[in-house]
């Protein structure tokens, strides 16, 4: 029998974390006490711990003032698997948000909705609200498995689908925290109603034999210590990756034999893209097939995988922690071994599948059944009303009137489900009026297929912005493609404000990770089918000098792509180093102005600008480079020095003018040389 106790990997002590999971008696306290206590916060160790329950204690970094109590707030977040939404719970959500949050729900990458702004004596009465309408929070965040992905699209005439529902909520069924604790906190002890246990799920929970599960613990799958971090699973289908399958710690892929039966699944393992900056021992890591189970294992290959990271992951270093390290330091071949220990026997080969493709689903569509579905694009996740945009009113009547289910996809969006054809043309009538957009065409593709994850002014990591400027930054994006012929082009863009990369900015075309104030990593070459990672190609970019970083890269795409070749593969074929070359002699076609509002390129760059590396903040603060033009293929710089308050008075005038200082500088000296004729 394979062990079930955690395994220290080294003899360093477990991480803080750890010993408050032990004591906090399976996630009661001291969450249980301090619920009680009149204050507008919890204390640290609570806060670990009411993760577990779905809910990140924040504040408003916007109305931070030195000397003062922060503005506490919390985030909900709720556990939908698969993404589905009943319309009593999305009703009841809708209406918490006004009455206890902040006006929005959030869409979250992993098919849930967040509410944001509730305060800290009003959560027990969102929690309740919640569990009451059919949704949970309990696993949404914390040290075990989160909301189980799966395709959204509602095709009720196509088998794998309905398997790929089935097999998601069941498997979220069987890693769900059996805990007394989350009743008992928040509905004082009262069950919720909810639909009986599938009875394979209840007895592959309690089945043992092979070191998976604990007899004596009150969780029997996860004991004492839970998990070492989150973990995450999705259930897909051939050639589907709507669900970003690479980026998970466990995907299972429905395998169908000729007439549609569930046959069993092809098993993923080790995806992750969380990381930290300057860390080198961190990283994005792609998920590797391990196996193919047949269907009645899939349950029992779920918690040998579980098992695996549960006895074996890091719990000294948190950082270490995730499953995709136990796997790159072990090898995929010493973890396919350990898990197959678990199972308790032979794993069987890996199927052959398809290519995988990303699909969003939007616009009008058929369900199979008669029935129709519309999907809806929102801007980074967020439904709110704001001037003659009210998305958040639109759903809620639409909700309301037609009773409809809803379905979060992994991108951020909504599907309305169930239509009755004969609704189709009033359900557009109250969209139209609205002002919500459903005509795809009317939607620029790069905003279509663009994320962003909330960062400021919530989130704790972040170091910068992401929800408030990617707007911008597509804008400018769409303005620069436009400039230099490429119409007609998009990509995959993710924006995160921090290096977690909720926003999966990883696995896209064109990623910006935040890596200080108003600057971002720069990210190349992942797949339009979010199938390979992206790869860093800046260490710093300020945001006021996109264009001028951009433009070369985007000509060059231009210029040397082959047919149909996407912008991530093409960045890929043609490497780094190629597109650091094209970019060093790239000579942009400046118009002579005097004006400061000429939007013609410089050729004066700030040397933060023209190096792929950070500086120190003296030579950031204090270096000029100008470009010697005298070749139509060459480019020197030279070096000039600028005082700081010279330099602060170009940044800040860049900033108002949206230009980047390269473009400011220009200008000034144009002028001042043409004076001077």
């Known amino acids: 029998m394979v062990k079930s106790t955690p395994s220290p990997i ?18 009661r306290e001291p969450v249980a006490t301090e619920i009680q206590e009149d204050t507008t916060h919890f204390s640290e160790n609570a806060v670990q711990i009411l993760k577990f329950h779905g809910s990140y204690q924040q504040d408003n970094r916007d109305n931070r003032v030195k000397g003062q109590e922060k503005d506490y707030q919390f985030m909900l977040r709720t556990r939908n698997p698969g993404g589905f939404v009943p319309p009593e719970l999305y009703l009841a959500l809708d209406t918490l948000a006004d009455e206890y949050g902040n006006h929005t729900l959030r869409a ?28 949970s929070t309990l696993g949404a965040c914390g040290d075990l498995n989160r909301n189980v992905m799966a395709p959204p699209a509602p095709f009720k005439n196509k088998s794998e689908y309905q398997y790929a529902w089935e097999y998601a909520n069941n498997v979220a069924e069987l890693l769900t925290p059996q805990t007394g604790a989350y009743y008992e906190i928040w509905l004082d002890g009262e069950m919720a109603i909810t639909a009986e246990e599938n009875p394979e799920v209840k007895a592959a929970r309690q089945q043992n034999g092979t070191g998976t599960i604990f007899h ?11 998990m070492p971090r989150k973990f995450k699973v999705s259930v897909t289908v051939p050639g589907d990756n709507s669900i970003d399958l690479y980026s998970q710690d466990l995907s299972l892929v429905v395998m169908t034999n000729d007439k549609g039966e569930l046959e069993g699944f092809n098993v993923f393992a080790g995806g992750g893209l969380g990381r930290t900056h300057n860390k080198e021992e961190t990283f994005a890591r792609l998920a590797d097939p391990i196996c193919y189970v047949e269907k009645d294992d899939v349950y029992n290959i779920v918690k040998a995988i579980v098992a695996t990271q549960r006895d074996y992951g890091d719990r000294t270093d948190r950082r270490h922690a995730r499953l995709k390290y136990l796997i790159h330091d072990w090898g995929v071949d010493k973890f396919r071994s350990m898990v197959e220990k678990y199972f308790g026997k032979p794993l069987e080969p890996y199927k052959p599948l398809p290519e995988f493709k990303y699909q969003d689903f939007l616009g009008w569509n058929e369900q199979g059944d008669g029935k129709l579905f519309l999907g809806l694009s929102i801007d980074n996740g967020r439904v709110k009303d704001e001037g003659n945009f009210k998305l958040k009113t639109a759903l809620r009547e639409i909700v309301e009137k037609y009773n409809l289910p809803i379905h979060l996809t992994p991108h951020q969006n909504v599907l309305l489900c169930e239509i009755e054809p004969s609704d189709k043309q009033d359900i557009q009538k109250i969209l139209d009026g609205y002002g919500v957009v459903s005509d795809l065409e009317k939607i620029d593709p790069i905003v279509r297929y663009s994320m962003a994850c909330p960062a400021l002014p919530t989130c704790g990591l972040a170091v910068t912005e992401s929800e408030r400027v990617i707007p911008e930054i597509l804008e400018r994006i769409r303005t620069l493609l436009d400039k230099v012929g490429l119409q007609e082009e998009h990509f995959v863009v993710r924006m995160t404000g921090c290096p977690n990369g909720c926003a999966r900015p990883y696995m896209a075309e064109l990623g910006f990770v935040g890596s200080a104030p108003e600057a971002y990593q720069l990210w190349l070459g992942g797949s339009p089918n979010q199938t390979r990672l992206a790869l860093p190609y800046m260490e710093r970019l300020n945001v006021n000098d996109l264009e001028t970083q951009l433009e070369p890269i985007f000509v060059y795409f231009k210029e040397s792509r082959k047919p149909e070749e996407s912008f991530g593969d093409f960045c890929d074929r043609i490497g780094f180093n190629a597109i650091r070359e094209f970019a060093a002699k790239y000579e942009t076609q400046t118009v002579a102005s005097s ?14 600008d023209s190096t792929t590396t950070p500086l120190t903040e003296e030579s950031e603060r204090q270096e000029v480079a100008i470009a010697n033009t005298t070749t139509a293929n060459s480019r020197s710089r030279h070096r000039i020095s600028l005082n700081d308050d010279v330099y602060t008075q170009v940044k800040q005038l860049a900033q108002s003018q949206g230009k980047s200082m390269t473009q400011i500088i220009n200008a000034v000296l144009g002028e001042y040389l043409k004076n001077l004729e």
């Open 595 to 608: 004006k400061i509002t000429d939007d013609s390129d410089g050729l004066v760059e700030t040397m933060a």
């Open 10 to 27: 080294t003899n360093r002590k477990p991480s803080k974390v750890e010993t408050l999971k032990e004591n906090s008696n399976f996630l």
């Open 108 to 135: 979250t990458t992993r098919q849930g909705f967040q509410l944001h702004g509730i305060l800290k004596k009003n959560l027990k009465a969102a929690i309740a609200t919640i569990i009451k309408n059919m949704g």
């Open 216 to 226: 004596d613990k009150e969780e029997p799958i996860y004991g004492t210590y839970y």
